[in-house]
């Protein structure tokens, strides 16, 4: 098969993809103990200085809570509205069935920045119609919009490979609906359910390209770290956060990880900063259909 | 909420028919097509707007590059288990924020900082700090993972006795890669530049803390943020939906959807 030229190229290749998306985490994590405030090479070491800063940042705790609520809100609106879309798709034939799916794959097959102009236009909208003023409600339903498609991904993957005939043999048992679906059609989603939930969570709280037209005045972590960014003095306090959150997003891998029980895959979802956050789910439950 | 989602849709390719008043700041809304013969007629539009789908085209060109081996080797090389780790620490990256990912490449070219003195190293004193270079490296950065999946997704289906039957056919390695692996990956090549074009089409971000250059996203974003002209923003906003409109029908003729 392979030459030995063709293979040393394919391993020197592989070495350096791995490096590539593996050293730029490796210096962000050394900077984050660096004295000095400017990024230059070799940085000056040691000091945790930073984190105790960022531990006295007046914004922190308050944008810590918002990004904690969205996601909890979106994750819930998502859970609902996902499964119960899932359901209808999956179930019933209807008019305008395939549509339905067509739809919601859209927010993340157009590019973030349309969803984001496209809920500011509404927002504004409803701003002048009825008042709506921009806060933490409108920062959750932009996010549940792209946190949906993700839970009806995941719920109808999993109906499609759950044979009906398991359904019907718990009716012709005598269960009724209820039943049906507490023994039956529960259980066969739950990890589906868990994935989903996990995977919305990790998106709201990630989110940065429709949050910033949909916040106002409300402050995200992804917003609080983008306003620090640029500014130079804030800099070295960005960067002591952005370790923590790189060291929390384990939390999350390893959950998916449990999950995929040991057989793990991904497939991405697409869409701006939503696309960013998208993580390891097991491959059949990703993805439409 | 899908209601709320198309509405808002709507509103939006609404809104770019709308004007704004310039004296009051308030849309007005009175139909018209001014806001496309604004971005049609500037100079700066056309060139922001030519700059972006070169900078995704070259993106996407550069991900597909650093993709192949890495993909290939976890498909046709490793080890099961070893797979399932190249897997995992390919898609690891993508759990951690996207703002902290933006951040690590600010510092990384940041002037004086470590990719300038790793240039230096190698003879080339340059630093590409707020370049469209930086906002590049970090274009590729952000979506390969997105690239190496449907690219590893492709390769894990194509039979190894194919390739067999190529190499005992007498090809060598480069003409079983042109003319077997190519052909067949196909599909999986533009399912992954669908990925990588359309996430950079849409992005504002990165732009804004690593680049200083404009493009589609930050041009869009400073519209509704700075100068607080939704309409034109939305009229804007079609740009990117007509690019990959016209990308998506030339990937559905290539028969490439089936792959996502």
């Known amino acids: ?289 | 909420m899908l209601v709320v989602y198309l509405a808002s849709l709507a509103l939006m390719l609404v809104t770019a028919f709308w004007r704004l008043n310039e004296l009051s700041s308030q849309i007005e809304r009175v139909w018209g097509l001014q806001n496309f013969q604004t971005l049609w007629n500037s100079s700066a539009t056309r060139l922001i707007t030519v700059r972006t789908v070169g900078m995704a085209a070259a993106v996407t060109v550069t991900d597909l590059i650093l993709a192949f081996p890495i993909a290939y080797y976890a498909a046709r090389i490793a080890t099961p288990r070893g797979r399932n780790l190249l897997l995992l620490a390919v898609v690891m990256p993508l759990w951690s924020n996207y703002l902290v990912r933006v951040f690590a490449w600010r510092v990384i070219t940041s002037g004086d900082g470590p990719l300038q003195a790793l240039l230096k190293l190698i003879g080339i004193n340059y630093s590409i700090s707020a370049s469209n270079w930086a906002v590049w490296l970090t274009f590729c950065y952000l979506w390969l993972p997105f690239a190496i999946l449907p690219v590893y997704a492709a390769l894990e289906r194509v039979p190894g006795s194919l390739m067999e039957a190529s190499s005992d056919l007498g090809a060598h390695n480069g003409l079983t890669f042109r003319r077997v692996v190519v052909p067949l990956i196909f599909p999986g090549l533009v399912a992954a530049s669908i990925f990588t074009f359309s996430l950079t089409l849409g992005d504002y971000i990165t732009p804004v803390l690593v680049g200083k250059g404009f493009f589609i996203g930050n041009t869009i974003y400073n519209l509704v943020g700075l100068a607080s002209n939704l309409p034109l923003a939305a009229a804007y906003a079609f740009v990117p939906i007509v690019i990959m409109a016209i990308y998506l029908t030339l990937a559905r003729k290539l028969g490439a959807l089936e792959a996502i």
């Open chain 1, 1 to 289: 098969m392979e030459s030995r030229l063709a293979s040393a190229l394919i391993r020197i290749g592989t070495g350096f993809t791995l490096l590539f998306l593996y050293i730029p985490l490796v210096i962000l994590a050394l900077y984050a103990f660096n004295k000095g405030i400017t990024h230059a090479w070799p940085p000056d070491l040691w000091t945790t200085k930073w984190f105790s800063a960022a531990l006295h940042d007046p914004d922190l705790p308050g944008a810590l809570r918002n990004s904690v609520l969205a996601a909890i809100g979106a994750t819930t609106i998502a859970l609902l509205l996902g499964s119960l879309a899932a359901f209808a798709v999956h179930r019933f034939s209807f008019f305008g069935r395939d549509t339905i799916s067509f739809v919601l794959v859209l927010p993340i097959a157009l590019p973030g920045i349309v969803t984001a102009i496209a809920l500011a236009s509404s927002i504004n909208y409803a701003n002048i119609a009825f008042g709506l003023t921009l806060g933490l409600f409108t920062i959750i339903v932009g996010h549940a919009t792209f946190c949906i498609v993700v839970v009806f991904n995941n719920v109808i993957a999993r109906l499609r490979r759950t044979p009906t005939s398991f359904v019907e043999a718990s009716m012709d048992l005598g269960a009724d609906g209820w039943q049906t679906f507490r023994y039956v059609t529960f259980p066969a989603l739950k990890t589906a359910l868990v994935a989903g939930a996990l995977l919305a969570f990790g998106l709201s709280f990630d989110e940065i390209v429709v949050t910033n037209f949909t916040a106002g005045a409300t402050l995200t972590l992804p917003l609080w770290i983008f306003n620090n960014i640029r500014l130079p003095k804030q800099q070295p306090i960005v960067n002591a956060v952005a370790l923590v959150l790189m060291l929390l997003s384990i939390i999350p891998v390893y959950f998916a990880q449990r999950l995929a029980g040991g057989v793990q895959a991904a497939q991405p979802t697409g869409e701006g900063s939503a696309a960013a956050a998208t993580p390891v789910v097991p491959l059949e439950e990703a993805g439409p259909g």
